[in-house]
């Protein structure tokens, strides 16, 4: 069964950014994919991030992966209420992160896939679930041990993320973190 990785748009702005969505499209190996509210997020930040505009979600995922079943719907609805706390008046808050875990924790053909996001509360959720996680960092250090990248390049961009104002969870604090 083949593995995908699920960016969220927090981990995807990050590498936009600071100008380095190749570091991320070579982190996903080939087998990127995204669910629908997380298409429509990228598009509205498109307006926000400059990079991200150049960014063809149907060419680096795929068609975004809907949920047209009621019940999953329903699940999903749910989930963004309850587990993350969104409400009525903002439906699509949290909407990303719950239709992503709903498809990794339902679907049997995502199963051992990979959620990648910098919202902690979301991925403690996932975890807690068996869900496989990564955040900006874990991107990072899995681009140094497979000699895309050095440890000192790594730290640039966790130093020019965090200075772009961006979420990055677990902040290194030298190029040494990156070993």
């Not at 570091?23 to 997380?38: F, K, N």
């Not at 926000?48 to 150049?54: D, N, S, T």
């Not at 390049?153 to 130093?159: G, I, R, S």
Request: hydrophobic share 40%; with cysteine; proline share 4%.
């Amino acid at each position: 069964m083949p593995i995908h990785w699920f960016p969220d748009n927090s981990l995807i702005c990050n590498f936009a950014a600071v100008d380095q969505l190749g570091l991320l499209r070579t982190s996903l190996h080939g087998s990127g994919r995204i669910v629908e509210a997380v298409e429509y997020e990228i598009e509205r930040s498109s307006a926000h991030v400059p990079h991200l505009r150049g960014l063809d979600t149907n060419e680096w995922f795929g068609d975004a992966i809907s949920f047209q079943d009621e019940k999953d719907q329903r699940a999903i609805e749910s989930t963004r209420r309850i587990r993350f706390g969104g409400d009525d008046e903002r439906p699509l808050e949290h909407l990303g992160e719950s239709q992503t875990l709903h498809l990794l924790w339902t679907r049997p053909e995502f199963a051992g896939s990979v959620w990648m996001s910098e919202d902690g509360g979301a991925l403690r959720v996932a975890r807690t679930m068996g869900i496989i996680t990564r955040d900006s960092r874990d991107v990072l250090e899995e681009l140094v041990a497979f000699n895309e990248i050095t440890g000192s390049q790594a730290f640039e961009v966790a130093v020019a993320i965090d200075r772009a104002d961006r979420p990055f969870l677990r902040m290194p604090t030298s190029a040494r973190d990156f070993r």
